[in-house]
Nanobody, 123 residues
Framework: QVQLVESGGGLVQAGGSLRLSCTAS????????MGWFRQAPGKEREFVAR????????YYADSVKGRFTISRDNAKNTVYLQMNSLKPEDTAVYYC????????????????WGQGTQVTVSS
């Protein structure tokens, strides 16, 4: 069993920054790729970013590329999402997710999810 707990969401003005954190417990965190997804009101959940087990490979949705950075600290069982130049369209609940394997070429296929953290960007 894996537990994922997100933190760091909040209200920010357009152009601002936030850093989300996701701390994992349970099964060995370092063996798996991790990712972030988001879901805006009335929309389907969508992929945001992915990082490989060791942190050497990252992958982003086109909508966030160049603005968001995913990273991880395996010693702390934590994955981060640094979000810069935020836009109102980034408003959503952001979810941390664990991949089923160590490496993906694109987005991860999650088997565990966090509870989500709200990010609201005002114009």
């Amino acid at each position: 069993q894996v537990q994922l707990v997100e933190s760091g969401g909040g209200l920010v003005q357009a152009g601002g920054s936030l850093r989300l954190s996701c701390t994992a417990s349970g099964r060995t965190f370092t063996n798996y790729a991790m990712g972030w997804f988001r879901q805006a009101p009335g929309k389907e959940r969508e992929f945001v970013a992915r990082i490989s087990w060791g942190g050497s490979s990252t992958y982003y949705a086109d909508s966030v590329k160049g603005r968001f950075t995913i990273s991880r600290d395996n010693a702390k069982n934590t994955v981060y999402l640094q979000m810069n130049s935020l836009k109102p369209e980034d408003t959503a609940v952001y979810y941390c997710a664990k991949g089923r394997r160590a490496y993906y070429s694109g987005a991860i296929s999650p088997d565990y999810w966090g509870q989500g953290t709200q990010v609201t960007v005002s114009s």
